[in-house]
């Protein structure tokens, strides 16, 4: 890919994280002879300001019937979801005597799950046919399929028109953004909104985040970008509403153009992306030397545990996890294992490093000296859970913003 997914222009390439397999492709010991891998590489566009990859793999080796991301398994993420949708229906639905609401990219239910329970007419747009079943199984109205057009206008005929139109942590999955936002455009009324979050390009960079770029993350928004994405389908940016999510995240508010009052947010945050150089080509390879002094320093600091004796193991075996163990090569000889509660990825291997997936179990039976937090983003709710280890002088290694120790 040389031009943009947006806007169709040239774009500019700023660093490579090197051959990546697929990012939540945790596998058997017999299937590491066939394991799949691509160039994980993003590139920037000046002329509608979108952070992109220049190549990901298909969305079906991506989004399958074993999808290994559950999004209810974490209590604070059950606690926001109920918020959005919260925030949904006071905001949006007040006056509306039986509003409609899709969520594109529903998971398992973890937010439509709270519309359903106010009896709000409700319908899930769900890939992953296994998370889409658990969905179901709890009543909640969901469809296996991708999102376009062409579904926008098969959800009108049998639904109607949506009030509001929510995805989360799925928009930057999705490379043809301009199918979808035609689609959406379609389907919703014409003072209905469309409201997503995903994670913010002002914080990845601020942070050095780079684990938020991985083989699902085909996109990286701004609130600059997605003004330009969505603005050339008529709908119109008209608040935007940072998150502490995933690390650092946006809430984006959009609506047919000229439907709705736009907050003073949007020229705020206009001016601090500017700011913050978030349109300049120089802002990436500033980033690209962070990346690469945040790997020289984890695996420094992995090495000096290994020639100490520590015990070193994983905690979390996110997706993110994926780019950090194979851009810094870091495989067995470094991390002992990765503990991981989600049954699916249990006694596997982890994609590429090859890195064994054990149970929690194993993590609080044996603790080791020190725990890398691959899952940062939840360390709030995971250092409140974790006393014991702490208490037994159990010590975290964290990556973002910097590489530390934190006793």
Avoid at 18 to 29: D, E, H, R, Y
Wanted: glycine share 6%; hydrophobic share 40%.
């Amino acid at each position: 890919m040389t031009n943009c997914r947006v806007c169709n222009s040239k774009i500019e390439p700023f660093m490579t994280f090197g051959k990546m397999p697929i990012a939540n492709g945790f596998l058997t010991s017999d299937q590491i002879s066939s394991e799949y891998f691509f160039e994980l590489a993003p590139a920037f566009c000046s002329e509608c300001g979108m952070v992109q990859l220049i190549e990901q793999p298909s969305a079906e080796k991506m989004f399958h019937e074993n999808y290994a991301f559950f999004s209810s398994t974490s209590k604070h993420m059950q606690n926001h979801f109920k918020a959005f949708a919260n925030y949904i229906m006071d905001s949006h639905f007040k006056n509306r005597e039986v509003p409609f609401v899709v969520e594109l990219g529903s998971n398992d239910g973890i937010m439509l799950r709270n519309f359903k329970e106010e009896n709000v007419k409700h319908l899930g747009v769900e890939p992953s046919a296994n998370v889409a079943d658990v969905a179901r199984e709890q009543g909640i109205q969901t469809i296996s399929e991708f999102f376009n057009l062409e579904l926008a206008k098969r959800i009108v005929d049998e639904y109607g028109n949506a009030d509001a139109v929510l995805s989360a942590n799925v928009m930057c999955h999705i490379p043809d953004i301009n199918s979808v936002a035609e689609g959406i455009a379609y389907l919703l009324k014409d003072d209905g909104v469309l409201v997503f979050e995903d994670p913010y390009l002002g914080d990845v960079i601020t942070k050095t985040s780079y684990d938020q770029i991985y083989d699902e993350h085909v996109f990286v928004f701004s609130a600059t970008s997605v003004s330009a994405a969505f603005g050339r389908h008529g709908l119109e940016l008209i608040d935007v509403l940072p998150q502490v999510t995933h690390g650092g995240s946006m809430r984006y508010v959009l609506a047919p153009k000229g439907s709705h009052k736009v907050s003073e947010n949007v020229s705020v945050i206009f001016d601090k992306e500017q700011a913050q150089g978030l349109d300049k080509i120089k802002t990436y390879h500033a980033f690209k030397a962070n990346c690469e002094k945040s790997r020289n320093d984890l695996v420094a600091l992995l090495n000096i545990l290994k020639s100490e004796g520590k015990r070193v193991v994983g905690y979390a075996a996110t997706s993110k996890s994926t780019t950090v163990t194979n851009y810094c090569g870091i495989g067995p000889e470094l991390i002992e294992f990765i503990s991981d509660t989600t049954p699916i990825k249990q006694g596997k291997l982890s994609p590429g490093a090859h890195i064994p997936v054990k149970s929690y179990a194993e993590f609080s039976k044996n603790m080791p000296e020190y725990a890398l937090l691959f899952a940062w983003n939840h360390a709030k709710e995971i250092f409140e859970n974790e006393e014991a280890f702490k208490a037994q002088g159990g010590k975290w290694i964290s990556f973002v913003p910097k590489v530390e120790i934190i006793e």
